[in-house]
T-cell receptor, first 117, second 115 residues
Framework: GNSVTQMEGPVTLSEEAFLTINCTYTATGYPSLFWYVQYPGEGLQLLLKATKADDKGSNKGFEATYRKETTSFHLEKGSVQVSDSAVYFCALKGVRYSGGGADGLTFGKGTHLIIQP | NAGVTQTPKFQVLKTGQSMTLQCAQDMNHEYMSWYRQDPGMGLRLIHYSVGAGITDQGEVPNGYNVSRSTTEDFPLRLLSAAPSQTSVYFC??????????????FGAGSRLTVL
């Protein structure tokens, strides 16, 4: 079945540091890939997505590139801010509906990011 | 535009009690789902619905019931609460199930504690 593996953290960085959160996946065919973010006390919201190999999703200074050859979708940001402190979830929507209901969405366990001033 | 609204935000139950978590969306989304979020486990799908009158089980359905009598509402019922059901519950919806890179819209969550 489909699965998503990501570093769990917590990841603690200083403000203006470079961020990478690794995400790798297992899926058949060509899944769509997502990063969701959960700020304290809130629900998840979409951060960015990519639907095919070599696509780059970007939003709010975050980027992730769909790498089919390494089955990865690592999240990066050049200079983090305290306001980026949150839990980040990598997710995939598979071609086959495996473990995610009809919408086929499978989540990683989440990475807790803490940015210190 | 309210999006996805969940009530209550917090609830404390005793073992064996029953309750219903409410979820409503005003976006005319066909697909609705319930997830639970536990530390170190990420999000796990409980039940989902692809339209009014149609529901199905997700990864962890035991102890929960759902129904979908209208497009807007998708309540989650705990029949006899157990401490293992202590969790944060999220309702999520999307426009059309299985439609490409469909984006889920999440509610703010309901934190349930079972003593």
């Amino acid at each position: 079945g489909n699965s998503v593996t990501q570093m769990e953290g917590p990841v603690t960085l200083s403000e203006e540091a470079f961020l990478t959160i690794n995400c790798t996946y297992t899926a058949t065919g060509y899944p769509s890939l997502f990063w969701y973010v959960q700020y304290p006390g809130e629900g998840l919201q979409l951060l960015l997505k990519a639907t095919k190999a070599d696509d780059k999703g970007s939003n709010k200074g975050f980027e992730a590139t769909y790498r089919k050859e390494t089955t990865s979708f690592h999240l990066e940001k050049g200079s983090v801010q305290v306001s980026d402190s949150a839990v980040y979830f990598c997710a995939l929507k598979g071609v086959r509906y495996s473990g995610g209901g009809a919408d086929g969405l499978t989540f990683g366990k989440g990475t807790h990011l803490i940015i210190q001033p | 535009n309210a999006g996805v609204t969940q009530t209550p935000k917090f609830q404390v139950l005793k073992t064996g009690q029953s309750m219903t978590l409410q979820c409503a969306q005003d976006m005319n989304h066909e697909y609705m789902s319930w997830y639970r979020q536990d530390p170190g486990m990420g999000l796990r799908l409980i039940h989902y619905s692809v339209g009014a009158g149609i529901t199905d089980q997700g990864e962890v359905p035991n102890g929960y019931n759902v129904s979908r009598s209208t497009t807007e509402d998708f309540p989650l019922r705990l029949l006899s609460a157990a401490p293992s059901q202590t969790s944060v519950y999220f309702c999520a919806s999307s426009y059309s199930p299985g439609a490409g890179a469909n984006v889920l819209t999440f509610g703010a969550g309901s934190r349930l504690t079972v003593l």
